[in-house]
């Protein structure tokens, strides 16, 4: 089981930006494909982007051209860079480790979840 500790979020207005970052635990993380979620006050949670081992990585349509998803093997860790933040990027964002993810739209049921950070964008 990996343990997943995120950090970055916050408070931001308009137009700014934010990255979230997320330390996991274990010698395995090379070979998990990792990623994020997020989940607004009354919404379906929904994947927000995903990388798998070998680098490919997949998006919303929501945040595509905003967003980057990168990792760093070397520190198991993952990234979230978020650009040109909306108010409806607001949510709770959670990250991911999973070692079966297919590379569409959902995780499988094994991966790991970390305990998530919030994210305000608000002027």
């Known amino acids: 089981q990996v343990q997943l500790v995120e950090s970055g979020g916050g408070l931001v207005q308009p137009g700014g930006s934010l990255r979230l970052s997320c330390a996991a635990s274990?010698?395995?993380?090379?070979?998990?494909?990792m990623g994020w979620d997020r989940q607004a006050p009354g919404k379906q949670r929904e994947l927000v982007a995903a990388i798998t081992s070998g680098g490919s990585t997949n998006y919303a349509d929501s945040v595509k051209g905003r967003f980057t998803i990168s990792r760093d093997n070397a520190k198991n860790t993952v990234y979230l860079q978020m650009n040109s933040l909306k108010p409806e990027d607001t949510a709770v964002y959670y990250c991911n480790a999973d070692p079966y993810y297919s590379g569409s739209y959902e995780w499988s049921p094994f991966g790991s979840w970390g305990q998530g950070t919030q994210v305000t964008v608000s002027s």
């Open positions: 274990g010698s395995i993380f090379s070979i998990y494909a």
